[in-house]
């Protein structure tokens, strides 16, 4: 299936006051050529495209340019290839950045809605080259046959990022736990842990990244939440120092709880993907049962 993808038809999607319906919208320069000049797609041909913000359009190929190929929407398919969860993974660049990459391609295909690269006081690299790593997460979403591109927030150190994830909800929601006149909460507060290796003075207190994952996921399904919303999970991972018992104490104390990702030491980009993994094997397990 060939999955093509248009800035153009996100943008105009994301102002229209209507149905998706008679759009036009334009591919880029890339995806045009390898939508003429390599598969060969002429004027009225059917292709389909995602907007990068879940939704996948069938497009007929109103102006066959290689440089920037016309479109028009017949037909939108929403929340494509989507998930049941809103995941927020923050994780530390690794040394070797390839290891990185490899789990912003795995957590794509697996089901992830934001990656935050995280900057500690262990870490050994500060930066990410930003336009590499959206070309990876578009190419994963694409290859996975998913309408939405993973949102790569701005590299932020460890501290910023546990302030700022204090405020609301990840999806932009407000006033989480409060109940309407039926009884529905809406929405649920986010699911907010922090997964490091070290134990404190006062002992091992991490719980079970697994059981948290999933308890919260089944909380949210148990009928007293607002059937609009999703469960909303955020997970911090450290770089290959670990964080450091400051940054953990201070995560903990802004409601961060510690958790563990079983008795194994896993690398920086392993313990990443099992936090994306064991969120979409709850969500798998939780909505299959009702």
């Given at each position: 299936m060939e999955i093509f993808y248009s800035e153009t038809l996100r943008q105009r999607e994301s102002e229209k006051t209507a149905g998706t319906k008679g759009l036009t919208a334009c591919l880029n320069e890339d995806e045009s050529a390898h939508c003429i000049r390599v598969l060969r797609h002429r004027s009225g041909d059917i292709i389909n495209v995602i907007d990068g913000q879940g939704g996948m359009h069938e497009c007929v190929i109103s102006d066959p340019s290689p440089k920037r190929c016309g479109i028009i929407v017949k037909e939108s398919h929403p929340d494509w290839?989507?998930?049941?969860?809103?995941?927020?993974?923050?994780?530390?660049?690794?040394?070797?950045?390839?290891?990185?990459?490899?789990?912003?391609?795995?957590?794509?295909?697996?089901?992830?809605?934001?990656?935050?690269?995280?900057?500690?006081?262990?870490?050994?690299?500060?930066?990410?080259?930003?336009?590499?790593?959206?070309?990876?997460?578009?190419?994963?979403?694409?290859?996975?046959?998913?309408?939405?591109?993973?949102?790569?927030?701005?590299?932020?150190?460890?501290?910023?990022?546990?302030?700022?994830?204090?405020?609301?909800?990840?999806?932009?929601?407000?006033?989480?736990?409060?109940?309407?006149?039926?009884?529905?909460?809406?929405?649920?507060?986010?699911?907010?842990?922090?997964?490091?290796?070290?134990?404190?003075?006062?002992?091992?207190?991490?719980?079970?990244?697994?059981?948290?994952?999933?308890?919260?996921?089944?909380n949210h399904t148990d009928g007293r939440h607002s059937s609009d919303t999703k469960p909303e999970i955020i997970v911090m991972i450290g770089p290959e120092g670990d964080f450091s018992e400051e940054e953990a104490r201070h995560a903990i104390s802004c409601g961060f709880i510690p958790v563990s990702i079983g008795s194994s030491r896993l690398r920086t980009e392993t313990a990443a993907l099992m936090a994306a993994a064991a969120t979409y094997a709850a969500a798998t397990r939780t909505f299959t049962a009702l």
């Open positions: 290839g989507g998930h049941g969860y809103v995941l927020h993974v923050a994780c530390c660049p690794t040394k070797n950045i390839d290891r990185f990459e490899w789990f912003m391609e795995k957590a794509t295909e697996i089901g992830i809605d934001t990656i935050t690269p995280i900057i500690g006081e262990h870490s050994e690299r500060k930066t990410v080259k930003r336009e590499r790593c959206e070309r990876i997460l578009l190419a994963a979403a694409k290859q996975s046959l998913k309408g939405k591109i993973p949102e790569l927030g701005d590299c932020i150190s460890v501290h910023d990022f546990i302030s700022s994830a204090g405020s609301t909800s990840i999806s932009g929601n407000t006033a989480a736990g409060c109940e309407d006149m039926t009884g529905a909460i809406r929405p649920s507060s986010p699911l907010k842990l922090i997964a490091y290796c070290f134990h404190g003075e006062e002992g091992d207190t991490r719980r079970d990244m697994f059981t948290e994952i999933e308890n919260h996921i089944k």
